[in-house]
């Protein structure tokens, strides 16, 4: 099964917010052919006209979930218009407690049946908090999990800074993560610590290679706390970290 590459515009934020048509423009002309918006940094018809002029399509968008659950239409409306049947919760209330991470579970479940009446897939994007004990056991992601209308997009750079095997994880939630993100770091426990992928010390090469028969249909890279130059660096040396590894792999 092959796999897709694409890379979110929060690893770019500041040059999206600057100038979208040429952060666009630059990452197909680097290689990449699927972005996955973490917001929208323009009108979304004219988001697509930029994309089909590029040659790139989107593999997903991110909302806020309140903004979802107040204006439902325009969320419906902006996948359409970037022709993407996927959305995920970019940002949502973190539990302080059990009772409040089942509240997030059934938000999470109602939002999902919602946008599924329209042809729209829902999803959540998990980081590394999620899997922080609370003081009476468990942890925040043992709830969100059981919400199960949504797919489950988990950072896996992040899940490594959480103490979780990316690829187990994988294996445990077969057929439940569609997509996710690739990140790498230098130094566990650093969060500032972003790397381009196959640079650093999460052990993506092991993900490069079982993702696919997991179920992980796309990829996408991210990183958080690099901006400028070196955010365009990331990118590149990523993109062909990647290409090289799978083109290895299939030989």
């Known amino acids: 099964m092959s796999i897709g590459i694409a890379i979110q515009t929060y690893a770019l934020r500041h040059e999206c917010q ?9 990452l197909s002309e680097m290689g990449y052919r699927r972005i996955e918006f973490d917001a929208l940094y323009a009108e979304p018809d004219q988001t697509d006209r930029l994309l089909e002029s590029l040659g790139l399509s989107v593999c997903g968008l991110g909302v806020v979930l309140d903004r979802l659950e107040d204006h439902p239409e325009q969320v419906i409306a902006a996948c359409r ?31 999902a049946s919602m946008l599924d009446a329209h042809g729209i897939q ?54 439940r993560c569609p997509v996710a993100h ?7 426990g650093d969060h500032d610590s972003d790397d381009a992928v196959g640079s ?37 040396r990523s993109l062909r970290f990647i290409e090289s590894h799978l083109a290895r792999t299939r030989r």
């Open 182 to 188: 690739i990140e790498d770091f230098r130094t566990f």
């Open 122 to 175: 829902f999803g959540y994007h998990s980081r590394s908090w999620e899997f922080d004990a609370w003081k009476g056991g468990g942890c925040p992601f043992d709830v969100i999990a059981q919400a199960r209308r949504i797919f489950l997009e988990p950072d896996l750079g992040w899940l490594w800074q959480a103490g979780v095997d990316p690829v187990q994880f994988l294996r445990e939630h077969r057929g």
């Open 18 to 26: 600057r100038d979208l048509h040429g952060t666009l423009r630059r």
């Open 200 to 236: 650093g010390a999460v052990p993506v090469q092991g993900i490069l290679d079982q993702a696919p028969s997991l179920g992980v249909d796309t990829l996408v890279v991210e990183f958080g706390a690099s901006h400028g130059d070196h955010a365009w660096t990331l990118a590149d």
């Open 81 to 111: 218009a970037l022709h993407t049947r996927r959305a995920f919760a970019a940002f949502a209330p973190r539990p302080v407690d059990p009772e409040a991470a089942e509240g997030l579970r059934g938000r999470l479940d109602a939002a």
